[in-house]
């Protein structure tokens, strides 16, 4: 599978800045995440403080 993500600038460099201290690639961090993202019953997102791994 293969996606395409279009983020603003600022919150690209957060990434790419997360990503170079934890020695993955961006595209993992944003797994990570994906994977652990959740609905609420009013439809707001929610993600569980986690540690890239």
Known sequence: M???CLS???A???L???AAHTGL???QI???LADRV???DDG???VDTFTPQ
């Open 2 to 4: 293969a996606s395409e």
């Open 8 to 10: 603003p600038a600022d």
């Open 12 to 14: 690209s460099r957060r």
């Open 16 to 18: 790419r800045t997360i």
């Open 25 to 27: 690639q961006p595209e």
């Open 30 to 32: 944003l797994a990570q």
């Open 38 to 40: 959740r609905m609420n």
């Open 44 to 46: 707001t997102l929610t």
